[in-house]
């Protein structure tokens, strides 16, 4: 990355190992990272969403050249709801899709919210990759 | 109903699959077709879902190795490469220089044998069984030399935290020279096979073309984008276990149709056995694996150059003997969206040879929960050795 992250968009933790970087930022600044990491070339490689206990995680890798840039974004358990980035980056649909499907995230604005792996029957109130 | 086109008919919808849809795994795949030309193409996938990613989280760390080996048959190596090194990575334990060597000897065969086998099964769905027995026959000296190598053909076992598991003896790496050198000459008549039909030029050229803009813009990864121009080798990118040590160029070509994807391919079976000799002819000498406290919490992600492509694992440790996250991406699942621009505009009798030609894994594709009468469920160790599940 020609330029730095942490200058470009508020950061609420920044942590870099080796080709690896990470930072964590609130949900209102998620747009202005997309748009600094497009400009940067950045690849999406994937989403993870994870179930921290206390609340949900939605982690964005993105791939420039041997770089991996992890953005990290808290969401509520009351309210899992994150934009779409679909505008921003095509291919984040089947790992948006897989979201919602798997840990019951809404993806707001999303083109085709089908669940990706889950069978159209699946009635489980809970889904898989949750805790409780 | 359907949708009515502009001569007034109404379009016909083709399911293909789930079952055997030109391939010998589970994928659905819903074709708008206007005559013989595609114009819409919709895809499910899920049906080889498993719960692998879950069973990670409940596992203790030395049982999940074996489990992320059991992801795919073919990456049976490349995924637990992926794994053991995040761990490695978190806990900052440095793998002796042998053991990097051993465990790019795997990836490398495995690489060759996935190609072959590839080139197989993309000539048996244009009709040209030859060239899949061909192949086929030349891909089971790569599978007998893992079988003297490991002991096993398929689950090698070979990768562990901290190193690998199986030394290689000199006599063992005498055998693997002499067959690389037979793979060498066989892998140039497969290539001179494959390039020089006037058939499979004819059936290939321009056949489920993917424009170099396409593949940046869809996210496509490994030999599918490398085949539209993308130089993107995560070997040569990261250049984790041992590739930091030789030169590697990625191989690419510019049409992105299915005869770019063959070159692509052929190109890298000739690249790896070239790079397996060396990785032979150089193999250091000392220990294979070094021994750990315990994994301090922490979290990593990486990638390594899977036959298909970029794979990526994203691993969290929390300081007990079980993950907090694991998290994995196949290649496969990157380049599905690439298959739409492939599609649209094709005539139905080449839709088996572009299902192929991206060397789809829906093994790696499907994983994790394991969902039976619509609830969740999950499996135990006794049923995963039973098959009750």
């Known amino acids: ?132 | 109903m359907a949708d009515v086109n502009e001569r007034g008919f109404a379009n016909l919808k083709v399911p293909i699959g789930p079952s055997h849809p030109a391939l010998e795994e589970p994928a659905r795949f819903l074709f708008e077709v206007e005559g013989e030309k595609v114009v819409n193409v919709d895809y499910e996938i899920g049906y080889n879902h498993r719960s692998i990613e879950r069973l990670c989280q409940e596992r203790p760390f030395s049982k999940v190795v074996y489990l992320v080996e059991r992801i795919c048959g073919i990456c049976s190596h490349t995924h637990p490469l992926n794994h053991v090194e995040r761990v490695e990575d978190i806990a900052d334990i440095e793998v002796p220089e042998r053991a990097k060597y051993i465990r790019t000897i795997y990836a490398e065969l495995e690489r060759i044998h996935s190609h072959m086998l590839w080139a197989g099964i993309a000539g048996e769905e244009i009709g040209y069984h030859t060239l899949f027995m061909y192949t086929w026959r030349e891909r089971e000296k790569v599978m007998d030399l893992f079988e003297m190598l490991s002991g096993n053909r398929i689950m090698h076992g070979c990768n562990r935290i901290g190193g690998v598991k199986w030394n290689i003896a000199e006599e063992q790496a005498k055998s693997a020279m002499s067959v690389l050198t037979y793979l060498d000459t066989a892998a140039d008549k497969i290539t001179k096979a494959v390039l020089k039909d006037s058939n499979i030029a004819e059936r290939g050229k321009g056949v489920g073309s993917l424009s170099r803009e396409d593949a940046v813009r869809l996210g496509a990864v490994g030999p599918n984008a490398r085949a539209s121009g993308v130089p993107e080798d995560t070997r040569v990118m990261c250049k984790y276990a041992a590739y930091g040590d030789f030169d590697l160029e990625p191989q690419t070509a510019k049409d992105g149709d299915v005869v770019a994807q063959a070159l692509v391919r052929l190109a890298e079976i000739k690249q790896s056995i070239w790079l397996t000799k060396e990785l032979f002819a150089n193999l250091p000498e000392g220990p294979i694996q070094v021994e750990y406290d315990e994994i301090p919490p922490g979290r990593s992600v990486g990638r390594t150059e899977a036959p298909r492509g970029e794979l990526i694992h994203y691993t969290e440790t929390n300081g007990t003997r079980f993950f907090e996250r694991i998290k994995i991406r196949s290649p496969t699942l990157a380049n599905i969206p690439s298959y739409v621009p492939k599609f649209l505009g094709c005539q139905i009798a080449d839709i088996p040879i572009i299902a192929a030609s991206i060397d789809p894994c829906f093994s790696c594709t499907d994983r994790m929960t394991v969902i039976k009468d619509g609830k969740r469920k999950i499996v135990s160790a006794r049923e995963l050795k039973t098959g009750r599940i």
């Open chain 1, 1 to 132: 990355m020609k330029r730095s992250f942490e200058d470009a968009v508020p950061t609420l933790e920044a942590n870099h190992k080796g080709l690896n970087s990470y930072y964590r930022i609130t949900l209102d600044n998620l747009d202005a990272a997309l748009s600094f990491l497009k400009e940067e070339g950045a690849r999406l490689s994937t989403i993870t969403g994870k179930d921290a206990r206390e609340h949900l995680e939605v982690l964005y890798h993105f791939a420039i050249w041997g770089e991996l840039h992890t953005i990290i974004v808290e969401l509520p358990y009351d309210k899992p709801d994150i934009p779409t980035i679909t505008e921003q980056f095509v291919n984040a649909l089947l790992y948006e899709r897989e979201l919602i499907g798997l840990l019951g995230i809404n993806v707001l604005g999303i083109p085709d919210s089908r669940p990706l792996e889950l069978p159209p029957k699946y009635t489980d109130p809970t889904p898989p990759l949750r805790r409780v």
